[in-house]
């Protein structure tokens, strides 16, 4: 049996592109033979500054979102990373194990940061450390997410690579991600060269999970295409992000290639792609958002599903850490 971890952040409503990117994986991977161990990152997402209530109330309203997607609690270990010390213990060891150089070439602290690096978090610049750590304290090996997050999966290989060198030990196995082909990356319906992202001002860009059925099929008819009409092969798209996106979102949804969807609506312009394309959308979100409201008339309900799921996650972590901790040359915790 191998371990699976992954981590999503409670900054905001997860996005169509978080769901074809990751949760619907992590909803696929729990009925394998894997163990599957599932955090909402609001150590990660303390990085930006977020008000004190909303991220209390953000973080259950993600953990209501996952469980209406279908993540079991019974089966997947679902919990907040804060509630399990050894998180930042270990990331501590890797702030001391990275190198500043390969910080410096993170692509998403580039963006992130923007112009303005001087004037970010301390937080932001070592976020990879954090979630190297996230994943080695469970010495788990594979990694679901979407492709915006390779680069800090390859981080967190060197990381350990480097642990093992320096300490003489094999102690941190190689992760490897798992990443959807065909969703890797769901692009912004407003600008199809930039990601679909819960932290894009405009919520024009972007599908929530718990957006309404009138809310999705306005987002849909105004999302931006071009006035060409559908071609019949898909390398004619390479040109056209927006139509290519949106090609391959009703692909994901309807669990087709974006090939046969282009056989279907080949010569034919947006307008009734567009409508079928609105309505898979909000046949298949529209449970997802009844769930979510359910389980959000609960709070304390959610917050002791989290609090049981960190204490299965604090079962496997803590012997690991404590391990690390002791090849490092720290005296035994009392
Ligand atoms: P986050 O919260 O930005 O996103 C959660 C997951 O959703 C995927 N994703 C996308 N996939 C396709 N298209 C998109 N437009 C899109 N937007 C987001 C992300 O790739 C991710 O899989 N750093 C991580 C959280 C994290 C983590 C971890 C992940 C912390 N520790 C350990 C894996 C393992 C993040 O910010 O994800």
């Known amino acids: 049996m191998a371990r699976i971890f992954s981590g999503i952040q409670p900054t905001g409503i997860a996005t169509l592109g978080n769901y074809l990117g990751a949760i619907r994986n992590w909803v696929a991977l729990q009925d394998g033979a894997d163990e599957c161990v599932f955090c909402l990152v ?7 500054f977020q008000e004190p209530a909303a991220l209390r109330e953000q973080t259950r309203q993600m953990a209501a979102v996952l469980l209406a997607c279908g993540i079991n609690p019974e089966r997947s270990i679902l919990f907040h990373q804060s509630a399990v010390s050894a998180h930042a213990r270990l990331a501590w060891i ?16 580039k963006d992130k940061a923007g112009k303005d690096r001087e004037a970010v978090s301390t937080g932001l610049y070592v976020y990879p450390n954090l979630m190297a750590a996230d994943i080695h304290a469970y010495h788990a090996t594979k990694v679901p997410v979407g492709d915006d997050q390779l680069q800090h999966l390859e981080l967190a290989n ?4 480097k642990f093992n060198h320096d300490f003489s030990s094999t102690f941190f196995p190689r992760i490897e991600p798992l990443v959807l082909k065909e ?29 309404d059925s009138d809310m999705i099929a306005a987002k849909i008819r105004r999302a931006k295409t071009d006035s060409e009409p559908l071609p019949e092969q898909l390398d004619q798209l390479a040109e056209r992000p927006e139509a290519r996106n949106l090609i391959g979102i009703y692909a994901a949804i309807l669990g087709q290639t974006p090939q046969e969807i282009l056989h279907r609506f080949a010569g034919s312009g947006f307008g009734p792609f567009k409508e079928q394309l609105a309505e898979a959308l909000i046949a298949h979100l529209a449970p997802i958002g009844a769930r979510t409201r359910d389980y959000l008339t609960d709070p304390t309900g959610l917050d002791q599903i989290l609090q049981a799921g960190a204490r299965r996650a604090a079962a496997i972590a803590e012997p690991i850490v404590t391990e690390a901790e002791r090849l490092v040359g720290f005296l035994a915790r009392a």
């Open 183 to 211: 969703s890797a990356r769901v692009m912004s319906l407003r600008d199809g060269m930039k990601k679909m992202s819960k932290s894009d001002p405009s919520d024009q860009s972007r599908i929530n999970l718990t957006d």
């Open 158 to 161: 060197d990381i350990a690579e």
């Open 42 to 48: 609001d150590m990660h997402a303390i990085t930006v």
């Open 94 to 109: 890797f702030n001391c194990v990275a190198r500043i150089g390969w910080l410096n070439r993170m692509t998403q602290f």
